[in-house]
């Protein structure tokens, strides 16, 4: 069995508005998270009816996308608090399988 059979990658793409609150939920985790990344992404889709008129006009709605690589239970227990107390329409989340993972040095 490999190292990173139980390993999975978290994605969350959420606006910007609750892009705060959000890291807040996350840095006051126990046992703490390992590292994550947070990168800023455009949305695109058929559904505008939530979007700016800023957002209208160029077609796309402002996103964050955030990437963690966790244990696939601690992701199961982690959506749960999220879910909880964040619970918004427009935080949406998957998760993949991490066929391998490490650093360089």
Do not use: C, K
Not at 66 to 89: D, F, G, K, N, Y
């Amino acid at each position: 069995m490999s190292a990173y059979s139980n390993l999975q990658r978290l994605t969350l793409v959420f606006p910007p508005a609750v892009e705060e609150r959000l890291l807040e939920l996350l840095l006051e985790q126990d046992p703490p998270l390992p590292g994550f990344t947070v990168v800023a992404a455009d949305g695109h889709g058929a559904d505008f009816a939530t979007a700016s008129l800023r957002e209208q006009v160029r077609g796309r709605v402002a996103r964050r996308m955030l990437l963690m690589v966790l244990p696939a239970e601690r992701i199961e227990q982690l959506v749960a608090v999220l879910r909880a107390s964040l619970p918004h329409p427009h935080v949406t989340w998957w998760v993949e399988p991490v066929l391998a993972f490490g650093r360089l040095a």
